[in-house]
């Protein structure tokens, strides 16, 4: 029998569709709400407390108006601060989004690896712990910008930003000791994927960017394989906890999002 419930992805604002994309190509079928906390972004220069507090209180919200067959923390900053809180508030699977330091390990060449995050994400333990289990052998150097969360929202409302700022952001990491070895840089913000273009353009010379997108899509199919999915899919659904900006129903179209409400 169809089974109508969703896929729900979380983020502070619209970088949790660079995570939504892989998934919804993988899963074609699926039914999606996205959901952005734009009455909470920023996050990224929120405390630990206030994070751990609004997040679990808002899927659990969440869970009962949509009831989603599965959550996605699809943002950085709340996964690596919120998802144990999540798990034990809320009797749904959570998939969360931590920074994709394993992938980014396999590939580096040089050994010298940056994260690129919010400050929030750059400052918490468990990006410690990321880095002592999956690169202990590689140097890994992070940079905490609020700047390029803005220009990746900037850029899905339409508009245009020259390359200084972003050549001003990667500063941050290349400008680091041993910054200029820098091989690989693992995009630890879910809004940085959506400027990736912008990114490699402003680098001083080729790195490989990795994100956790296409591993989480992979993480969904596999929790939800066996499970029915409707004959069609219904359209998505785009969920804003203030007021939605106009100027992001073009780009919230071209990700299936064709119903927009507010929490
Ligand atoms: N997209 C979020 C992340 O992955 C945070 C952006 C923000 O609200 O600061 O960390």
Same mark, same amino acid.
Not at 42 to 47: A, E, F, H, L, M
Not at 177 to 182: E, F, H, P
């Given at each position: 029998m169809a089974d109508s419930r969703p896929l729900l992805f979380f983020d502070? %604002?619209? %970088?949790g569709l660079s995570v939504m994309a892989p998934a919804r190509a993988l899963l074609p079928a699926a039914p999606l709400v996205y959901v952005a906390d734009s009455a909470g972004f920023?996050? %990224?220069? /929120?405390?630990e407390g206030e994070i751990a507090t609004r997040v679990p209180a808002l899927l659990g919200r969440l869970a009962e108006r949509y009831r989603p067959r599965l959550i996605v923390i699809a943002c950085n900053t709340a996964s690596t601060i919120a998802l144990s809180h999540v798990r034990a508030a809320l009797d749904v699977p959570i998939v969360g989004t931590v920074p994709a330091i394993k992938p980014a390990a396999e590939v580096s060449v040089t050994r010298v690896i940056g994260v690129l995050g919010t400050q929030a994400t750059v400052r918490q333990p468990y990006v410690d712990d990321l880095a002592a289990r999956f690169a202990a052998d590689c140097t890994v150097l992070r940079h905490g910008s609020a700047e390029l969360v803005q220009l990746a929202e900037a850029k899905l409302r339409g508009g245009a930003a020259d390359s200084a700022p972003y050549r001003a952001v990667l500063d941050g990491l290349f400008g680091q000791? %041993?910054?200029? /070895?820098?091989d690989v840089i693992v995009n630890a913000c879910t809004h940085f994927p959506l400027v990736e273009a912008e990114l490699a353009a402003a680098a001083p010379h080729r790195v490989r960017f990795v994100d956790g997108g296409p591993g989480i899509a992979r993480r969904i199919a596999h929790l939800t394989a066996g499970q029915d999915w409707p004959d069609r899919p219904a359209p998505g659904v785009a969920v804003f906890t203030a007021a939605p900006d106009p100027a992001l129903v073009p780009a919230l179209a071209t990700y299936g999002l064709d119903r927009v409400e507010t929490l």
């Open positions: 502070s %604002g619209v %970088g920023p996050y %990224g220069t /929120r405390s000791a %041993g910054g200029d /070895r820098i």
